[in-house]
């Protein structure tokens, strides 16, 4: 078969055919009477493995080894090119993942499309300092790629940097909430209390129904966080986990803050509710006197009688440090009427 023909049914060029011979691949042995290449049978079948081979990515140097070598062993060359077929794909995903972020951004021309770049190459910087300055300029009309901003708050260690992310996601558009809550499925804890963190910082019925459901996180950090949030926002669901952070003396001078909050409202049920609970505590025989001490602080700007009468009996408490807190606390309520 002359190389025109078996161009036609290959589909290899009759320039890379020749390419094929100069390299050694491909010797098709015969002539025509007038000298033109004839290919056999079996050099039709080697062109076709050739093909099948650089359709894996090897490159012709290592086809003709695999073809030319009977001793020759594939998997070692196999492992080379999974891993540079990987390193392709991440390439290519990552440059994907940046054109969409600009796109998101709504450039309105090649200047916003710049300052985008320069935004995402700021975030993804070594540099703490760098990280800061770009999510506070944010605040200059720089089109914000909130995908961008959401990674980077959810993987930022530094609390500086963290903050100033957070506060960008806080002015970032609607989608920000949706976006900052697929951190609430990470299966790192870290990632998910920032998540929690930034939305704590975010108003509306959304970022409150997010929290809600941080609420129940396996891990305590989390569920510290979320329950701070919600209590801030007059979420009296959250007044047993609050209660629980102080006995476990996690955040507790914090979660004493937010039950003051939550007791500060119109509803004096809400008062008498969270003192009830506190006393039910301190009452319990497992509850360790350290925990006491905390809960009978607690108590200190729970309004309402109900706590003033609780405090009462609390200063004849057989635990010294119990009573004394007590009766200091009640001296200042006394004080501040």
Known sequence: ?????????????????????????????QRTDSGYREYSAKDIQRIFHIESLRSLGLSLRDIGRALGDPDFT??????????????????????????????????????DVLKVVALLQALGSHHPATRQRAALSTAHGTPVPVEALVEAALSETQPNVAGALRWALAQAPDDAPALLAKGLDSPLPAVRKRAVQALAEMPGDETTTHLRDAVTDPDPQVRAQAALALGTRGE??????????????RNDTDAADALSRL?????????????????????????????????????????????????????????????LTATYLLQARQARR
């Open 236 to 249: 009296s669901t959250v007044i047993a986990t609050l209660i629980d952070m102080i006995v476990a003396g």
């Open 74 to 111: 594939p998997a070692a060359l196999v492992g080379d090119l999974i891993r540079q077929t990987h390193d392709r794909i991440a390439t290519e995903t990552e440059l994907l993942t940046r054109l969409r972020r600009i796109d998101a951004a709504g450039p309105t021309d090649w200047q």
């Open 1 to 29: 078969m002359l190389i025109g023909e078996v161009a036609k049914q290959s589909g290899v060029s009759a320039r890379m055919l020749r390419h094929y011979e100069s390299l050694g691949l491909v010797q098709p042995a």
């Open 263 to 323: 007791a500060s409202s119109d509803d004096t049920t809400t008062a008498d509710r969270i003192t009830t609970r506190l006393v039910d505590h301190l009452a319990h025989p497992a509850t360790e006197p350290p925990a006491r001490g905390r809960l009978t602080q607690a108590l200190a700007d729970i309004p309402g009688t109900t706590a003033t009468q609780a405090l009462l009996q609390l200063s004849h408490d057989e635990d010294q440090a119990v009573s």
